[in-house]
């Protein structure tokens, strides 16, 4: 019998996975959600990231949804990026959405995030640029 803090969604990755495994006491088995309270995670790679600020409006385009954009706003903002379980270097991004009631935990998707204006041709020479100092050194 398993008895947890607080109600909501047990998360795990496979029923499979946890039968006929031993566990100790204090071994996470699997995560506790609450719905209402969702947030979206967002993975913006080191060559990608723009500068962006806490509240900034964010639409995410869910796989399981792909005709239809969820508004969000930028929650969080990580200040050191980090490689994650594949291998990719990303900053940590959380988004909370507007309206999450037809949403699941564990969507997974792409999100465009609405930075600052800026000079057309800084944005197109932005990632040449880029490349051309990490060749160099300048």
């Known amino acids: 019998?398993?008895?947890?803090?607080?109600?909501?969604?047990?998360?795990?990755?496979?029923?499979?996975?946890?039968?006929?495994?031993?566990?100790?006491?204090?071994?996470?088995?699997?995560?506790?959600?609450?719905?209402?309270?969702?947030?979206v995670l967002l993975r913006i790679p080191v060559r990608s990231l723009i500068p962006v600020k806490t509240g900034d409006d964010v639409t995410i385009y869910f796989n399981a949804r792909p005709f239809g954009g969820y508004d969000a706003s930028l929650k969080t903002i990580g200040y050191e990026a980090s490689p994650d379980a594949d291998g990719l270097l990303t900053y940590k991004m959380t988004a909370t959405l507007s309206d999450n009631e037809d949403t699941r935990i564990g969507w997974q998707g792409t999100a465009k995030?609405?930075?600052?204006?800026?000079?057309?041709?800084?944005?197109?020479?932005?990632?040449?640029?880029?490349?051309?100092?990490?060749?160099t050194g300048l």
């Open 1 to 39: 019998e398993i008895r947890a803090a607080a109600s909501g969604i047990a998360v795990f990755s496979s029923r499979s996975e946890l039968e006929g495994q031993p566990v100790q006491t204090g071994d996470m088995i699997m995560k506790i959600a609450n719905p209402e309270q969702s947030e």
């Open 113 to 135: 995030i609405k930075g600052h204006w800026t000079v057309l041709l800084e944005g197109l020479l932005r990632r040449p640029v880029l490349m051309l100092r990490q060749f």
